[in-house]
């Protein structure tokens, strides 16, 4: 995952892969949801950012890991 912010137009992308989008899903007026054809969500875009969240939160953040999701597999 990689956070980019734009400051120039005030939008936060959050890339979850590396798959190119091939459509949008607006879930909101202005934040939109990057989607693959098999409709696997590759990014989200959120426009006018630091009106809806605290960009320095989501620029520098802490990931909290469910132990159950990371177990090996055997």
């Given at each position: 995952?990689?956070?980019?912010?734009?400051?120039?137009?005030?939008a936060?992308y959050i890339?979850?892969?590396n798959?190119?989008?091939d459509?949008?899903?607006?879930i909101s007026?202005?934040?939109?949801l990057d989607?693959?054809?098999?409709?696997?969500?590759?990014?989200?875009e959120?426009?006018n950012?630091?009106k809806?969240?605290?960009?320095?939160?989501?620029?520098?953040?802490?990931l909290?890991l469910d132990k159950?999701l990371?177990q090996k597999?055997?």
């Amino acid at each position: 995952m990689r956070v980019y912010y734009d400051n120039e137009v005030d939008a936060v992308y959050i890339k979850l892969g590396n798959q190119k989008p091939d459509g949008v899903i607006e879930i909101s007026e202005g934040v939109n949801l990057d989607t693959t054809s098999e409709n696997k969500i590759v990014g989200i875009e959120i426009l006018n950012a630091s009106k809806k969240m605290n960009i320095k939160t989501i620029l520098s953040y802490e990931l909290e890991l469910d132990k159950k999701l990371i177990q090996k597999t055997a």
